[in-house]
């Protein structure tokens, strides 16, 4: 007799945040069942629920071939343009499709003026593009009910752990509630992931509950990941797990070094302090590097209306303020760039333009994938509405797809699925071992040293794999004392396989671009290097391999260039 | 530091902070919840934000010792 509960379904999605919810509403269109499971609540788990008001949306009368140009460029040339083209196109419908579902339960997402227009601005990264703002909760309020409402089913709290394949067809996803102390065998005839990425428990707002599993999970089944290389970052407090940066600089939030000098300017002359991500986390470590460290943060030009703004949209970030007694608008703050890991602009599994991995019967979207519009850390917003509609996409071809193929039969998965048990559970059965939590730190100091993600070279990314290997072969005494633990345990082990594709991907990359900056080949190098780096398991390792990135559109206007990070002027 | 806190004389039973919990911190016996893994809040201050009675007190000090760039 198994010991584990099975749920058919149609397309199951894997992940509730914005793009999950999204992927399991369209799919219900199509299809009847339709299962969204999440490790912890939809609706308040992933990264979405701490989207920090910015969404960005191309309006039907901005200039189209002006948005695509700016895209393209700001993510360096590595965005997927196909993409970037049925992003411009569709994200205006789809924008007003889910703030109409607000309004039909009276609630509201997007910020408008008096004329019902979307309030705009322009933040991280925008020169002719402007992101709208939104309410993050009950835009992930509104998406929870019109899934329930649509007929999807949702099941909270269950940690999935495995993607199984059956002859080369993704056909299932195993996990288990770790509340209900029950395992969970979810076979569907299309899977979604869309379970985000890896933040390696590393400093920044609301981003711990995210370690990859799933990420590790595809990869583990066969799925090819792409853009491993490129460890997202965005920049926090010292101190405290502060988000919100777009809205901070947009309000006039800059970073000083201990001369006082706006510093920024020198790396990007036109944006200064509202410079795209890459290039403020590469300026903050040369100037630390350089001795005029720390950075600080200072928000003492922000308006008014903008205060007001700021504590609306973000009420997490000022009650971590208000509790620690900052007044921020008057006191400056030191500032720490904020690894991310495959989170957004990181790497995650290679999608084409319908979602669709390499892997039949698995569907992909959310930071799940690189984020195939944004390339580099892009113009704030981008992730969010890129999220959104990776979601809405993937979970119309996965009911497409499903919708053509018989059901799952029986418990043919029997011996695979007993199999996956027995290794999940495997750190329950000892009282003595390593933590995840040692784990986690291990991973943390080999991977985010400035020396090693900001400014990486060969050689000590080589050093920074002998200390994943080390830690690698320490698993096996990996322990766990209650399923709580067994959840922090699969999402320590998850990091472990992901920070070694990190490392091995950015040695493989020889020049400079975005976030992934080589000491050893500093130029960004468009002759050789426009390609995208993808990664897939085979037995005993990684095989590696670069494919052509296409450019229908928009073309590099030189063969070399420097990276964020060098001084500009 | 993270979580710190309920205050049981203002505390109305709802579960909205076990519910929404991203970190699963919460453990309840019978109606009442209670702060069981406090180590691994992460001070997203989303039970304390959803707290109608203001039960719940969250220190803004992380938890756990992470690894910074420098």
């Not at chain 1, 007003?96 to 609630?107: C, F, M, N, P, V």
């Not at chain 1, 925008?126 to 703002?133: F, G, K, L, M």
Request: proline share 5%; charged share 25%.
């Amino acid at each position: 007799m198994a010991n584990y509960k099975t749920i058919e379904a149609d397309v199951a999605v894997l992940g509730g945040g914005i793009a999950g919810c999204l992927a399991a509403i369209k799919a219900r269109e199509q299809v009847n069942e339709v299962v969204l499971v999440d490790k912890g609540k939809v609706g308040r788990s992933g990264c979405s629920p701490f989207a920090a008001g910015i969404f960005l949306v191309r309006l039907p009368e901005d200039d189209f071939d002006v948005w695509m140009e700016e895209l393209v460029k700001t993510g360096d040339f590595l965005s997927d343009q196909r993409w970037v083209k049925t992003y411009l196109e569709d994200i205006y419908p789809l924008a007003e499709t889910i703030d109409g579902w607000a309004r039909q339960q009276k609630s509201y997402i997007f910020e408008r003026d008096e004329a019902g227009q979307f309030i705009r601005r322009r933040s991280r990264g925008h020169r002719n593009t402007a992101h709208c703002v939104i309410n993050s909760l009950p835009m992930m309020d509104t998406l929870r009910r019109k899934a329930v409402r649509s007929g999807v089913k949702i099941i909270d709290r269950v940690a999935v752990t495995d993607i199984l394949v059956k002859d080369g067809q993704a056909v299932g996803a195993l996990g288990f509630n770790y509340r209900k102390s029950e395992i969970i065998f979810i076979k569907a005839r299309a899977l979604v992931n869309a379970g985000g990425g890896c933040a390696y428990g590393s400093v920044f707002m609301g981003i711990k509950n995210l370690t990859g599993d799933l990420q590790a999970a595809a990869y583990r089944a066969g799925a090819v990941l792409q853009n491993m290389e490129f460890g997202n970052s965005n920049t926090t407090a010292r101190d405290y797990d502060i988000h919100g940066l777009n809205l901070i600089v947009s309000a006039g939030g800059r970073f000083l070094n201990n001369r006082d000098e706006e510093f920024m300017w020198e790396y990007h002359p036109e944006l200064g302090s509202r410079a795209p991500q890459a290039y403020l986390t590469a300026a903050f470590c040369r100037e630390v590097a350089e001795g005029r460290g720390p950075v600080m943060l200072d928000l003492s030009a922000a308006k008014p209306d903008e205060r007001e703004l700021l504590r609306r949209i973000l009420p997490e970030t000022f009650k971590i303020f208000d509790r620690a007694g900052i007044d921020i608008f008057s006191q400056r703050l030191p500032w720490i760039p904020a690894f991310q890991g495959t989170i957004a602009v990181g790497g995650g599994l290679a999608i084409n333009s319908g979602g669709e991995t390499n892997l039949p019967g698995l569907y992909a979207a959310g930071d799940a994938t690189p984020l195939p519009v944004n390339g580099a850390p892009n113009v704030g917003g981008l992730c969010l509405s890129v999220a959104a509609l990776t979601g809405y996409r993937a979970g119309e071809s996965a009911a497409a797809s499903a919708a053509k193929l018989k059901p799952p039969s029986g418990r043919d998965m029997d011996r695979e699925v007993a199999a996956a048990i027995t290794e999940l559970m495997t750190p329950l059965g000892r009282i003595e071992g390593l933590s995840a939590d040692e784990v986690v730190w291990a991973v943390q100091d080999a991977i985010i040293p400035m020396e090693r993600n900001y400014i990486k070279s060969k050689e000590r990314l080589e050093e920074a794999l002998a200390q994943i290997e080390t830690i690698k072969a320490e698993l096996p005494k990996l322990m766990a004392k209650d399923l709580h633990e067994l959840v922090n345990v699969v999402g320590a082990k998850s990091m472990v396989t992901l920070a070694e594709l990190f490392l091995n991907a950015s040695i493989f990359r020889e020049e400079s671009r975005g976030l992934h900056f080589r000491e050893d080949f500093p130029k960004t190098n468009n002759r050789d290097w426009l390609k995208w780096v993808k990664i897939q398991k085979q037995d005993g390792g990684a095989k590696l391999w670069a494919e052509d990135i296409p450019t229908p559109y928009v073309r590099p206007s030189e063969e070399f260039s420097l990276p964020p990070g060098v001084k500009r002027v | 530091m993270g979580i710190l806190s309920i205050d049981y004389d203002k505390c109305n039973d709802c579960s909205v902070c076990y519910d929404i919990c991203p970190m699963d911190v919460f453990r309840k016996l019978g109606r009442k919840v209670f702060i069981s893994y406090a180590k691994d809040c992460m001070t997203c201050y989303l039970c304390e934000l959803e707290c109608d009675p203001d039960a719940i007190y969250v220190s803004p000090e992380r938890t756990k010792k992470i690894r910074l760039p420098y």
